[in-house]
């Protein structure tokens, strides 16, 4: 990203002048110069290859073995089947296969919306909390409360406003407004999945707010001034000068949530106890229930690594797609 | 610039709606803190019927929650003083030194934060219980299995955040240090550090965050003395009775720290972000 030399990445760079140029770096003298930053990052990397890299190794060989309950307890003991697991879980032809594909497309529909309304809200507030006003530091701080709160207790508060017959939103929607005759069910059935999706918005989009806040700042005031100055309106200026100046935090940002929502696995669990039903069953949840329940980590571990290979490609046609365009507009 | 009338109206009535939806959850949360059980039990209402503090003294014995506390300031707050640790001195290397690996470390740690948690627990479920009957290192099942997991959670983040604080230091002041006989490590610790102090701060708080909010390892590695918050709280929806206003009142109690030092530091959060989105 840093080679660079399109128009904004140019432009984005002025508000920084200031700070150090981003040509080569001065190495600090000392006898083990070439040393020392690996020393530096050897805590960081054997604590990453501990938790991350070696689990993850360990994952893709366990999705190769029948690892099931007989063998868990002693797991050297496991037969050695190749790519059983796989064909076992990814059959669509099978009962397992289809519920994978089924709680595949739940995970894919509620990762998009949640992203694309998280992102609204997000750019909503920021835009229209770009210029100074009264009150503007009270409603930021209030606007990050809901990604500041651990997740449990603002997904468990969720679920109280939820309840059929104790919760405030059946309390509005029926007693107040009248708009329903009958208490829906707002934590089973085919509502679970908006449900689902109105908390995780309500969680994620502070997120997407504080980054777009934080881009926002980079954008030097002067282009406002000129483009109003050429007679832009409002979305004139939102689309010619905020959005094209925060495109690389947007390019960022999608990903990341995207990626944080797919596999998300802390909403659905707290918000339905541990046992989502079908409409919101995310993979990640899907995964945990059926290792868990049958204690068969082969198949679950081959579920994970199918998911992670899914991701790996979504990430990188992502990267590729979004690269070339920006080449092209180079 | 002016504002028009039509853009005002429209900033009102946008943050209007956000603030209202943002507020709701957060309003019935404190306000059912303060309810008799007997409110939480019928129908909905949106005042205490007799406003009483009882459900955050009921809350204490209803579940072992002291217990949970501890556990969950325990293991934060280690987690989040070592993965910072950690940070520092990897993200002091990835901003002052070009090392041959640097943009790989540096995209290699971003992308494990990527990765679904779930695809590690199985394996790392696994390590840790053969681990503890191969060695005798119990991992499984007590704080220090969670402390080294969640350290590396909250540890791509923090370092990225740091190099972002760390590249806007002037380096103008390593090399005066440099002039006056420091070494590398003195200048880290004299030059660079003091003047990081905001972001070095902010990024203890969001580890700490992190730390506090799991619930994916929290559920399946602790077991009842190593239970923290996250897993205990479920405990108050019994068979017979959802103590919904001790609930809401335990989640005010444990969300207020976090809450109150997230906004305290949210200024740090922003320019961290400003500073390492910029790449």
Redesign the interface.
């Given at each position: 990203m840093a080679t660079s030399t399109t128009a904004p990445d140019a432009d984005r760079r002025e508000p920084r002048a200031g700070s150090p140029a981003r040509g080569p770096v001065r190495r600090p003298r000392g006898p083990r110069r070439s040393l020392l930053p690996y020393l530096l990052l050897a805590p960081a990397v054997v604590l990453e290859l501990a938790i991350h890299v070696i689990p993850m190794v360990v994952g893709v060989w366990m999705s190769l073995l029948e690892l099931t309950q007989f063998h868990i307890r002693d797991w050297s003991t496991a037969p050695f089947i190749g790519l059983e697991n796989y064909r076992a879980t990814l059959d669509l032809n099978s009962a397992a296969g289809k519920e994978l594909l089924h709680s595949f497309w739940v995970t894919l529909a509620y990762s998009l919306l949640s992203v694309g309304f998280a992102w609204l809200l997000g750019i909503s507030a920021a835009v229209v909390l770009q210029r100074p006003f009264r009150g503007r530091a009270i409603l930021r701080a209030l606007f990050l409360t809901p990604y500041a709160l651990p997740v449990y207790a603002a997904v468990i508060t969720w679920s109280f406003l939820l309840q059929r017959d104790t919760g405030l939103v059946n309390h509005v929607l029926v007693d107040q407004l009248g708009l329903l005759n009958e208490r829906p069910f707002w934590l089973i059935g085919d509502n679970s999945f908006w449900s689902l999706l109105v908390v995780s918005v309500w969680r994620n989009w502070p997120f997407a707010f504080l980054c777009l806040m934080a881009g926002l700042q980079n954008v030097p005031g002067e282009l406002y001034e000129a483009a109003a100055i050429d007679g832009a309106g409002f979305w004139r200026r939102l689309r010619s000068v905020t959005l094209p100046m925060l495109r690389p935090v947007n390019l960022v940002l999608l990903l990341v949530l995207f990626l944080w929502t797919f596999n998300d696995f802390n909403t659905p669990f707290v918000l339905f106890g541990g046992s989502a039903p079908e409409q919101a069953d995310l993979i990640s949840i899907h995964i945990y229930r059926s290792s868990f329940k049958t204690w068969d980590f082969g198949s679950g571990s081959a579920m994970s690594v199918a998911l992670l290979l899914f991701l790996l490609v979504v990430s990188a046609a992502y990267l590729l797609i979004t690269n070339r365009r920006r080449d092209d507009h180079a | 610039?002016r504002?028009?009338a039509?853009?005002r109206w429209?900033?009102r009535i946008?943050?209007t709606l956000?603030?209202l939806?943002?507020?709701?959850?957060?309003y019935?949360?404190v306000t059912?803190a303060a309810k008799p059980l007997q409110d939480?039990?019928?129908?909905?209402t949106w005042w205490p019927s007799r406003p009483t503090l009882q459900p955050f003294i009921d809350m204490w014995s209803t579940v072992p929650l002291a217990r949970y506390l501890v556990n969950s300031l325990v293991v934060s707050s280690i987690a989040a003083v070592c993965s910072v640790a950690?940070?520092i001195?990897?993200a002091?290397?990835?901003s002052?030194?070009?090392?041959r690996g640097?943009g790989v470390?540096s995209v290699?740690?971003l992308s494990?934060q990527?990765?679904?948690?779930?695809?590690?627990?199985?394996?790392?479920f696994?390590?840790y219980v053969?681990l503890g009957n191969a060695t005798g290192i119990e991992l499984y099942a007590s704080r220090t299995g969670l402390v080294?997991?969640y350290?590396?959670f909250s540890?791509?983040f923090s370092?990225w955040m740091l190099v972002g604080y760390f590249?806007?230091i002037?380096?103008?002041l390593?090399?005066a240090a440099?002039v006056d006989g420091a070494?590398?490590l003195r200048?880290l610790f004299q030059v660079i550090l003091p003047a990081a102090v905001p972001g070095v701060v902010a990024v203890t708080v969001y580890a700490f965050?992190t730390a506090?909010?799991?619930?994916?390892f929290a559920?399946?590695m602790t077991d009842e003395g190593s239970r923290t918050?996250?897993v205990g709280?479920?405990g108050y929806?019994t068979q017979f009775n959802v103590y919904?206003n001790q609930?809401?009142a335990a989640?005010?109690v444990?969300?207020i720290p976090?809450?109150v030092g997230?906004?305290a530091l949210?200024r740090y959060?922003?320019?961290g972000?400003?500073a390492g989105?910029?790449?």
């Open positions: - | 610039m504002e028009t039509g853009e429209g900033r946008v943050l956000l603030a939806f943002v507020v709701i959850p957060l019935v949360m059912s939480v039990q019928n129908g909905f950690v940070a001195f990897a002091f290397a990835v002052r030194y070009r090392f640097r470390f290699a740690v494990t990527m990765f679904p948690g779930i695809l590690f627990l199985l394996p790392l696994l390590i053969n080294i997991t350290l590396t540890l791509p370092i590249d806007s002037p380096r103008g390593d090399e440099q070494g590398p200048t965050m506090w909010g799991e619930v994916l559920s399946v918050l996250a709280l479920q929806s919904w609930i809401m989640s005010l444990v969300s976090v809450v997230f906004l949210q959060f922003v320019a972000l400003t989105a910029v790449k």
